[in-house]
């Protein structure tokens, strides 16, 4: 199943921003990333594991996927991609830059009668608020319902939740709201505790 995130991904990918794979795995399931200020730990919704070699195509770094399913057939996908910030100054970076470009991509891609609107932010397990942007349309189903951004300083995160016609919106949105709440933005050198 192609998604219009490997667009987003394509655009984004500037001289400010360059795409990171996961560095290492916990339980090859869950997934840890060491950025420059905050390391990343993000765990998979219950029923759900990770994919970091089909996902990779789409353009993500990795994703989360239903258990027993595959990839390209699976119903539910939360792609998650790290990019590591390079801002000069001359190429300035901002997360609103960074929002405005995915979201004006999303709207030429699928039309004027795309709803698209910020919704509040998701709060994750270390307090950290992932602006989140919701995708609607009374005329047609979307594959993509979500987006959000949690932006690191040095790299920025963006959870991109994809669906088939075979999950309902509510669930998937349980779902994906249930993996942004465990992940965790530690400090670079301290260490988690529970």
Do not use: W
Request: with cysteine; aromatic share 10%.
């Amino acid at each position: 199943m192609k998604k219009i995130y490997t667009i987003l991904a394509l655009l984004i990918m500037t001289s400010m921003v360059s795409a990171q794979d996961a560095d290492s795995l916990f339980d090859n399931n869950t997934a840890f990333y060491e950025g420059k200020t905050f390391n990343y730990i993000i765990t998979p919704p219950e029923g759900y594991k990770l994919n970091s070699e089909e996902s990779k195509d789409d353009g993500y770094s990795f994703a989360f996927i239903p258990t027993g399913e595959q990839y390209d057939s699976a119903s539910l996908i939360i792609g998650i991609n790290i990019f590591k910030i390079k801002p000069t100054k001359d190429n300035p970076f901002t997360l609103e830059m960074l929002i405005n470009e995915d979201t004006t991509a999303i709207r030429k891609h699928y039309g004027k009668d795309i709803e698209i609107s910020e919704v509040e932010p998701i709060v994750t397990a270390t307090t950290d608020k992932l602006r989140t942007i919701y995708f609607n349309s009374s005329e047609n189903v979307l594959p993509n319902v979500m987006m959000s951004y949690l932006d690191g300083t040095s790299e920025v995160l963006i959870f991109d939740l994809t669906i088939s016609k075979s999950i309902p919106r509510f669930k998937a949105e349980t779902i994906y709201l249930e993996c942004l709440q465990n992940v965790k933005a530690l400090t670079t050198g301290k260490i988690d505790i529970g």
